[in-house]
């Protein structure tokens, strides 16, 4: 039914399908399938009529069912509906159900639900073309299907070649359809562009971190600086030796002494490369990797299940946040929040003793019998999941209040089965109630209504009082009742219910129950009740959290512009006496656009830093606003921009975004698939956690840095200077590498595992320009090596006359290990050991302890040192060149070491601020600092970006393009079937976004914006063909073989047409 032209991806599932099952299994043909689809209109109606009976038949023969519940497979335009209602939550990310009828909202989308009624639809869409398949193809998941329709469509060129023959022809055309279609997309000039596109797709994305960007050029830096270091070493080693000896010494070169001289020269090489080694930081890219694998395994228990190791870290970095309201900010689930019973107001729900007896019983009968009974609250489908309400939402909270007042609605469901009501009155948009009657055994008749409040109150003459008995309810009252009780809950944006009932006494003549303004009248109110979905109740404090730390909240829903604004003041996003925008998606778009209804940025700058609520919004515009924020340039550094979504709609903005959220329990699996972090529990306040986490591996590597920088400072200065005056490495190569191991490996593994404290979110982020290494940080490194250096060289060049031993100086080649150079190792690795616990903080606290004893790790690492290193100089010998010590030396060298801790305190004493000399270390990599080669590469992944950006508009537009076609086509279907009917309009559920004025879908428009200002160049505005293309080819979408979307010249900004877009996105010979 319907043009299917498109449809080459179905072809090949049915064909899929039916090779997987016997033969025998379905009653269709692939053939008779394939007939039913060339056949257009009432044709395709005859056809299934004269074969199968009606749609049911086909159904069955194929084993299946268009019942309730029925996922849609396709988007199509309904012809026929009988109370059709949608639920559109998978695409829109709202829980109402959508109603769909011929004369106002005929657009049926794919992924969406049957949820009741039934009906009949024109299929105009399937696969890549759909809307689901759109969304999909934006997150780049449509890439393989393409390549195999590129395939496809080589093969049927060829075969046209050769054959030539007509019948080919077309079916090449119909077989290409969908993959000419994609052509444009991929390449300009058509198939030519098709090799180089391949490449293109094959390059690896230089997408670096934040800190992986710092981290690298900080590494680059310091290898650079040792490199140097330990050249110069061994020039100088080896400069040194040849002068003395043949210079100053006069010795001649003899042959029987070259090997000795030999053993120098490689003594000399091995100090060089020792000195080298020290002052590379290879750690650094473990403690990054430890500190990142450690933080994704213990977010597991914050509920956060990290996809991407590094969202991680760039969360640590994050400004902004848009958040979805559905679900993530809120319960997802309609509640009571507020009642108003026996003239007593309840901001929260009473406890059943507050209620008397009586009133408790009409309450109980009144909402268990006049609710539907299809709406019932089923148990959480997974552990720790919320109650599932199924049925009308407004009714489930009815129930779900019923419950809260530890009452059961089933047992008076059971002592009254629905087949027992006497009449039921129901609900619609014109009576805006629903009545039920009773029919008790005294034969006398109750009546329970409930229905919006300003309905129902103006039927209420009664009203129960504090005791539970009916009392006069006047006029006047009610005005009260108006003022002080339904304004202020409409205010707060909860949804008002009046409950009401009356009674029929037995010995009057039984009512004319069709009569209905009689019957309902003159009744008694129960309770007003306030219904909304309600806010979670750990949010508040988290968002109150996030803005502490420096990152704005915004709030982008699909809901009405009031609820979420009453919902954004709960949550805390907005605070009275801020300046601030809270906008809808229309007038979002009409901002952002220019008369040509392309998005300027310059337009978007002026919104975004005050917008807090986007309300009304489609899946663009979330995308739309995310790609603004990331590519604004109003402040000096860039936004870091998280997002949260559970629904196939937030995948495009979920995968734009530097960290995308995805729902665990209500998330889609586009929306996790597209995500970079899934949040198991569904809840706001673990996305403050993954920003503790984030903020504490930044931290962890600062720490770690601090740390090893002082030691390579304090080992590189002792190897070089010792070499350059005695000839000889204080620290010998073994002893070097053992230092190496503690100060990378295993300080790496103790650094990077400290577990992280609410501290972090009292900061701002530090943001992309913010150096690794900050001037408090360089205070502690350089204040520490000194002292270091300090006592290192006093115990080298005095430590013989200290402890009344040998020197260990300018001893011959393969002399004994000595005392003195054992004590200067040991000395040394001491102060290491305890300046581990200093580089613990890196903001200049003063308590370096704080909290040691919470990381395991890290105290059996320091310990574990302590005893290797005890093992290494009683008993290492020769080997690491060492010999035994006594105790008193011992002690000696312990007591150097935690003189580290001292010193660090008095280090801390000096403000930062007078130390204007010190320069900071480790910035991010600036613009004009990549290399040209680099810079080209940059440029074609930007070219990347921009493509799928494009591409990505031109799926969105083109398909809103071939909603007008689809229309122009129903409409003429249906003006031969049905007679007088009005034209269709698309004005409620996700169509939403088409009767903004940019995306109107009516001839007379003038602009469909197709792509932003960064294309403008290149797509000038041509002139749209009125006239229907002249092909055969009966997909207006689709182009013939070799026929390319290009942009006419000849027909650009001049065009005189009133009616031209920005570009044509229908295509002709």
Known sequence: MGDMANNSVAYSSVKNAVKEANHGDFGVTLAELRSLMELRAADALHKIQECYGDVHGICTKLKTSPNEGDLLPADGILIQGNDLKIDESSLTGESDHVKKSLDRDPMLLSGTHVMEGSGRMVVTAVGVNSQTGIIFTLLGAGGDEEEKEKEKEKKEKKSKKQDGAVENRNKAKAQDGAAMEMQPLKSEDGGDGDEKDKKKANLPKKEKSVLQGKLTKLAVQIGKAGLLMSAITVIILVLYFVIDTFWVQKRPWLAECTPIYIQYFVKFFIIGVTVLVVAVPEGLPLAVTISLAYSVKKMMKDNNLVRHLDACETMGNATAICSDKTGTLTMNRMTVVQAYINEKHYKKIPEPEAIPEKTMAYLVTGISVNCAYTSKILPPEKEGGLPRHVGNKTECALLGLLLDLKRDYQDVRNEIPEEDLYKVYTFNSVRKSMSTVLKNSDGSFRIFSKGASEIVLKKCFKILSANGEPKVFRPRDRDDIVKTVIEPMASEGLRTICLAFRDFPAGEPEPEWDNENDIVTGLTCIAVVGIEDPVRPEVPDAIKKCQRAGITVRMVTGDNINTARAIALKCGILN?????????????????????????????????????????????????????????????QRQVVAVTGDGTNDGPALKKADVGFAMGIAGTDVAKEASDIILTDDNFTSIVKAVMWGRNVYDSISKFLQFQLTVNVVAVIVAFTGACITQDSPLKAVQMLWVNLIMDTL????????????????????????????RTMMKNILGHAFYQLVVVFTLLFAGEKIFDIDSGRNAPLHAPPSEHYTIVFNTFVMMQLFNEINARKIHGERNVFEGIFNN?????????TFV?????????????????????????????????????????????SRLKFLKEAGHGTQKEEIPEEELAEDVEEIDHAERELRRGQILW??????????????????????????????????????????????????????IDDTDAEDDAPTKRNSSPPPSPNRNNNAVDSGIHLTTDKNKSATSSSPGSPLHSLETSL
């Open 576 to 636: 009275p006496g801020e300046d601030f925008l809270c906008l809808e998606g229309k007038d979002f778009n009409r901002r952002i656009r220019n008369e040509k209804g392309e998005i300027e940025q310059e337009r978007i700058d002026k919104i975004w830093p005050k917008l807090r609520v986007l309300a009304r919004s489609s899946p663009t515009d979330k995308h739309t606003l995310v790609k603004g924020i990331i590519d604004s340039t109003v402040f000096d």
């Open 957 to 1010: 537009f083109r398909g809103l393009n071939r909603i007008q076609t689809q229309i122009r086509v129903v409409n003429a279907f249906r003006s031969s079937l049905y007679e007088g009917l009005e034209k269709p309009e698309t004005r409620s559920s996700i169509h939403n976004f088409m009767t903004h004025p940019e995306f109107r879908i009516e001839d007379s428009e003038p602009h469909i914006p197709l």
């Open 856 to 864: 395991a790790i890290f105290c059996s690492i320091v310990l574990g």
């Open 868 to 912: 290797v290193q005890i093992i290494i100089v009683q008993f290492g010998g020769k080997p690491f060149s060492c010999s035994e010590l006594t105790i008193e030396q011992w002690l000696w060298s312990i007591f150097l070491g935690m003189g580290t801790l001292l010193w660090g305190q008095l280090i801390s004493t000096i403000p930062t």
């Open 747 to 774: 300080a790496s593994l103790a650094l990077a595992t400290e577990p992280p404290t609410e501290a972090l979110l009292l900061r701002k982020p530090y943001g992309r320009n913010k150096p690794l290494i900050s």
